[in-house]
């Protein structure tokens, strides 16, 4: 089987979900901790803005991560129609339907 070729975009997709989750850990951390923090800071002082604040930057950090997975999906779509490809050089497309 001939290793398909990839763009730049791509070969740093297939670098990234290589490497695993030690990437996302830090992400996670990076909005958790702080949410976690407001959280904790509203239920010692009874305060309603630090649990809105916490949620804002739990959903504005998830919002982010889905857009960016939306943004590379089709990155990830070709990458996948490439392997596809070498793998079966017949021509059909090798998905049972």
């Not at 089987?1 to 490497?19: C, D, G, K, N, W």
């Not at 630090?50 to 857009?67: C, S, T």
Request: charged share 15%; glycine share 8%.
């Amino acid at each position: 089987m001939a290793r398909p070729s990839f763009t730049a975009a791509e070969q740093y997709l297939i670098s990234h979900v290589l490497e695993g989750a030690s990437g996302h850990v830090g992400f996670e951390l990076a909005y958790l901790i702080p949410a976690g923090a407001l959280v904790l800071f509203g239920f010692i002082y009874s305060a309603p803005p630090a649990f809105a604040a916490a949620f804002a930057i739990i959903v504005a950090f998830r919002w982010w991560q889905l857009a960016s997975d939306r943004r590379n999906a089709p990155a990830f779509r070709e990458i996948i129609r490439k392997y596809e490809q070498a793998c079966n050089p017949s021509g059909t497309d090798g998905v049972a339907g």
